[in-house]
């Protein structure tokens, strides 16, 4: 069974930084993209960035301009992890974050596996 969950959220001020995790089990996803999406209260659920294994053996990432410069994506293939370094946190941030593992992309439909999503509240 594949399962996908976050920790790390929680309460940061404005300007603070937070770093959220992402741990896969039931199989590996080296060779998978792994997105970050968020929701908002009321809102539509919001691309934030992804990972995508790249030729050579590398890796690519991509960034909603919303978080260009702010937060970077990085993963550990031994321990099956994505991570999401968030840094100069702004209360338009607050929303719930979900990871997700698949062919990649700005869109859900990308993604066939999904986490259950933790909290980010970012205080003024």
């Known amino acids: 069974q594949v399962q996908l969950v976050e920790s790390g959220g929680g309460l940061v001020q404005a300007g603070g930084s937070l770093r959220l995790s992402c741990a896969a089990s039931g199989r590996t996803f080296s060779r998978n993209a792994m997105g970050w999406f968020r929701q908002a209260p009321g809102k539509e659920r919001e691309f934030v960035g992804y990972?995508?294994?790249?030729?050579?053996?590398?890796?690519?990432?991509y960034y909603a301009d919303s978080v260009k410069g702010r937060f970077t994506i990085s993963r550990d293939n031994a321990k099956n992890t994505v991570y999401l370094q968030m840094n100069s946190l702004k209360p338009e941030d607050t929303a719930a974050y979900y990871c997700?593992?698949?062919?990649?992309?700005?869109?859900?439909?990308?993604?066939?596996?999904w986490g259950q999503g933790t909290q980010v509240t970012v205080s003024s």
């Open positions: 997700a593992a698949g062919q990649g992309g700005r869109t859900g439909t990308g993604y066939e596996y």
């Open positions: 990972i995508k294994w790249s030729y050579g053996s590398t890796y690519s990432t």
